[in-house]
């Protein structure tokens, strides 16, 4: 292998180095510009807010009646001992 052929794999890598960077620059230049154009359009044309969903009351229950309560602490309770069984359980093996 002559000085030669190091000499022109360097200028051959740097050339293939240079290109790439400058590709690579290009590409992001590119790619910030049409986020900045689509964000500049976005805000010229809003479009329509969406309606905001209320929801609807049920006239059975609702989360503040007294009566969901115990429900939720009776849901509460089985899932802890749920959790509780399952640990203990996977602990014994």
Known sequence: ??????????ME???????GMVFVFAFLTMLIGAITLIAKFCQAFPGEPEPVATPKSNSKRTASSPDSQPQDRNVIAAISAAIHMHRKSNHDK
């Open 13 to 19: 890598a740097a050339t293939l180095m240079l290109t």
């Open 1 to 10: 292998m002559g000085a030669e052929s190091v000499s022109s794999q360097l």
